[in-house]
């Protein structure tokens, strides 16, 4: 296999659907770059499954955008940045970049009081890793967790802006809210659909991270750094999906905020 | 491989745990019976997946099942049943038998107007599997579809009987009641933990028919006129699962009303 070089793609991995959210971010920032995008969409979710699972479907998935001659490796899922990132930033042999620094980054710049609320999938909640990606940093800082398992599927009815998902949300974020947090960081890449209906449940005072732009620029800089930037012209992204379900171009498209071309549905292991 | 006899054990293949619920019926009518019960955790939901992607699926879980040397397949899950059962019945040796026709048979049982209302996973209902078991055997019979992809994660996070479920089941039942449906068929084995807050949805006038019990009893009758009864006593129930998520005891005891024991992790395709 030839060693990737600045004309090689990014890969973007993702348990499913979301992490074209992040790709939305790259696409706007890095317009010279080729994206490959793997969805594990026969197996999604992961948020609900084992540790020991996730590891399992990350590394599979990461071999197989590493056949592709990938350059850099974005892990555009939360639950695997969470579980499965240490494992494959030392073996993989390209550069790995996950959802939770970047986020952790931003959060860290906007907050006025050092009190934190993070939501996400019940493994990224339980792997407690934006609390240590958080303290590590500033220590001093309090962080309030809440596992939020049915935003995912409300976002994937459509149903992100209903009266069901406001009261789901007031449900969930009312633990955290009490706690006196001033920033609330979108541990899922589902959420930032979500973000009309947070502000309805929480009011306009909280400041909302969301990871997908501030990951985008991390990739930027790193590329930068390492020289690896592509000249350009890009071609269109190759989507690569396990599963193509009925629902797969609405919501798509909505996350990309235009329509997937190029999709082909692969199996993993591959 | 020998050939499955009285002696041998019934195979329960689910998607995940919610096929527990029609165990929990088999336990109840056919107390003699050895269980082997196989959840394919690692990738559930399928109802939200393609059928081709179903059809595979349920193909590796029927395989693994057969190869422990089950003497009757029960594929106690509607999303399976309704796309890859005539499949199944034909190549897989031993007497299949779905959850589909057991519920449609009860519901015409106790139906009065012949007005039908069938709800489940975006998978069941597109495949209009109960439509065409109704209009078989009752043609002039009316039948209202709505698919419900919010219930299962509803349940699933233990949230069946808040404020939240009542209000996600009102939105979806609306149109079909508004049809002057009398009975109700529960078209997924999550749905029976709904029961009290479909209540309140709807009220208490509809039939509402679930097909755990009724398909319990046509296995119990198949049995007997397979001359296939196990004289018993009966051994633990085995449980392979191909992940087991930490919300798993939880999840599994609620279905199945009682603690699950002899638990196994395995891969498939096996």
């Not at 490796?73 to 940045?81: E, H, R």
Request: hydrophobic residues 40%; proline residues 7%.
């Amino acid at each position: 296999m030839t060693e990737p070089g600045g004309r090689s793609p990014i890969g973007v991995f993702d348990s499913g659907l979301g992490g074209l959210t992040v790709v939305r971010a790259l696409l706007h920032d890095l317009p010279h770059e080729d994206l490959i995008y793997l969805g594990d969409t026969a197996r999604v979710p992961y948020g609900t499954k084992s540790r020991e699972a996730i590891v399992r479907f990350a590394e599979e998935g990461s071999s197989f955008l590493l056949g592709k001659g990938i350059k850099l490796l974005v892990l555009a899922c939360n639950t695997m940045s969470a579980t499965a990132l240490p494992e494959l930033a030392s073996t993989m042999g390209v550069p790995v970049v996950g959802v939770i620094d970047p986020g952790v980054e931003e959060a860290i710049r906007v907050s006025v009081g050092g009190r934190i609320g993070v939501i996400g999938t019940s493994a990224t909640i339980n792997s407690q890793a934006y609390r240590r990606s958080i303290q590590t940093r500033r220590p001093e800082w309090l962080v309030f967790s809440q596992a939020c398992p049915l935003f995912v599927p409300l976002v994937e009815e459509g149903w992100e802006e209903s009266e069901v998902a406001v009261m789901t949300a007031r449900q969930y974020l009312a633990p955290v809210v009490a706690q006196g947090i001033d920033t609330l960081v979108l541990g899922c890449t589902h959420y930032p659909l979500l973000i009309p209906t947070l502000r309805r449940a929480v009011g306009t005072a909280l400041r909302i991270v969301d990871s997908a732009t501030q990951t985008s620029r991390e990739v930027r800089d790193l590329l930068a750094r390492l020289a690896l930037e592509n000249p350009g012209p890009a071609s269109p992204m190759r989507c690569y999906l396990t599963d193509i379900p009925p629902s797969f171009i609405g919501v798509a498209d909505r996350f990309l905020g235009r329509p997937v071309t190029h999709v082909e549905r692969v199996s993993l292991p591959s």
